[in-house]
């Protein structure tokens, strides 16, 4: 039975219980909008964690325009049929109103607010901290899991927890794809059915990086509808890891492929 916490209250009378008892708490942040790539986080979890506590919050801090905040999908009722199914144990749905009560944290991204997605979303990655920071100090999880389809938001928590000394082991997933190889995301709802096939062209291009001239990849990606934003190559902790942004049919998508 999937138990619903919809306020400070409740989460940490629950939260009260399970330590006392003990246990340990896996956690899976979300937007909601759950699709398979979410699930695969929730398995992880189970398969280390004694309890599982999803969360379900689209926070505004971390979108630059107001209306893609208010065009985010969402479908609550799917969501917990979703979590049920999948043998989640908890799942938290703040309001907006009570996570600005809770204090934020200023961290030194040391340069990596900047580049990619910090580049291109100026702002972004401090809504995250904010409200990750938030979740974390009220969730009090042993284990976070989070998918490497958003890598440099991984990095930027991973910062975080070290800047803070948190007590949270973050644990990254690997990034579960639709059969075209599309990388799934609550966002690829809003493409149409031959967008979605189109999209396939990020991962075609992410894969055939090192074999292809990049001009011709570009040239592919342009064909396909899709207006590039970055596609850059970076060395993370000795290994070479590619990264994609951009828009088809208005919608953005991120992809990424470690290349060594
Ligand atoms: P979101 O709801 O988009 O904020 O994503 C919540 C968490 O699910 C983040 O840690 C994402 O990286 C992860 N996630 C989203 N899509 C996927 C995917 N296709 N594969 C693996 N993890 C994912």
């Known amino acids: 039975m999937l138990l619903e916490l919809r306020n400070l209250v409740d989460l940490r009378a629950f939260i009260h219980t399970v330590k006392k008892s003990g246990k340990t708490i896996g956690f899976v942040p979300t937007m909601g909008f759950l699709?398979?790539?979410?699930?695969?986080?929730?398995?992880?979890?189970?398969?280390?964690?004694?309890?599982?506590?999803?969360?379900?919050?689209?926070?505004?801090?971390?979108?630059?325009?107001?209306?893609?905040?208010?065009?985010?999908?969402?479908?609550?009722?799917?969501?917990?049929?979703?979590?049920?199914q999948n043998f989640c144990d908890a799942v938290f749905i703040p309001k907006i109103d009570e996570m600005e009560t809770l204090s934020k944290v200023h961290v030194d991204l040391g340069g990596l607010e900047s580049v990619?997605?910090?580049?291109?979303?100026?702002?972004?990655?401090?809504?995250?901290?904010e409200v990750v920071y938030r979740l974390f100090s009220v969730v009090t999880p042993n284990y976070a899991y989070l998918g490497e389809k958003d890598f440099q938001q991984i990095m930027v928590i991973q910062k975080m927890v070290n800047h803070l000394k948190l007590c949270v082991q973050i644990v990254p997933a690997p990034i579960v794809r639709e059969s075209n190889g599309l990388a799934m995301s609550?966002?690829?709802?809003?493409?149409?059915?031959?967008?979605r096939e189109k999209?396939?062209?990020?991962?075609?291009?992410?894969r055939n990086y090192l074999s292809?001239?990049?001009?011709?990849?570009?040239?592919?990606?342009?064909s396909s509808g899709f207006e590039l934003e970055y596609l850059e190559e970076h060395e993370i902790d000795g290994c070479k890891r590619l990264f994609i942004a951009g828009f088809l049919e208005g919608v953005r998508l991120i992809d990424n492929i470690q290349m060594s």
Not at 35 to 44: Q, T
Not at 186 to 195: E, F
Not at 212 to 222: I, N, Y
């Open 35 to 84: 699709h398979a790539g979410h699930m695969s986080l929730v398995r992880m979890s189970k398969s280390k964690a004694d309890v599982t506590i999803a969360s379900i919050y689209v926070n505004p801090s971390q979108f630059n325009e107001n209306t893609d905040f208010d065009s985010y999908p969402r479908d609550e009722k799917s969501d917990l049929l979703l979590l049920q």
């Open 199 to 206: 999209a396939s062209v990020v991962f075609e291009v992410l």
């Open 212 to 222: 292809e001239d990049v001009r011709f990849l570009e040239q592919k990606l342009l």
């Open 186 to 195: 609550s966002r690829n709802s809003k493409l149409s059915s031959i967008g």
């Open 116 to 129: 990619m997605e910090g580049k291109f979303r100026p702002g972004h990655f401090k809504g995250v901290i």
